[in-house]
Nanobody, 116 residues
Framework: EVQLVESGGGLVQPGGSLRLSCAAS????????MRWVRQAPGKGLDCVSA????????YYADSMKGQSTISRDNAKNTMFLQMNDLTPNDTAEYSC?????????WGQGTQVTVCS
């Protein structure tokens, strides 16, 4: 069974940090490009960061540049997103996505709330 399980979300004050994790199982993780996608209340999906199979190429949305770092550990089938200097605008549900060719998998998401 294919599973993507996110963890690490929570309530944090502005300026704080969180490290999100996405644990994968049921497929060959190292063959899949990975993404973090977020959805704020009342808004559409927003791709915030992505990483290629070998971790050599990464992408960050403008809103995440300089404050976030995406990484992956193919030996542990896990992807991470380190987020620093969080603001209320970062409040959203964060989900991980895995894709290769016609295959596309999603996790259930983890909630990040930034509030004083």
């Amino acid at each position: 069974e294919v599973q993507l399980v996110e963890s690490g979300g929570g309530l944090v004050q502005p300026g704080g940090s969180l490290r999100l994790s996405c644990a994968a199982s049921g497929f060959t993780f190292s063959n899949y490009d990975m993404r973090w996608v977020r959805q704020a209340p009342g808004k559409g999906l927003d791709c915030v960061s992505a990483i290629k199979t070998d971790g050599g190429n990464t992408y960050y949305a403008d809103s995440m540049k300089g404050q976030s770092t995406i990484s992956r550990d193919n030996a542990k089938n896990t992807m991470f997103l380190q987020m620093n200097d969080l603001t209320p605008n970062d409040t959203a549900e964060y989900s991980c996505n895995a894709s290769t060719g016609p295959f596309n998998y999603w996790g259930q998401g983890t909630q990040v709330t930034v509030c004083s």
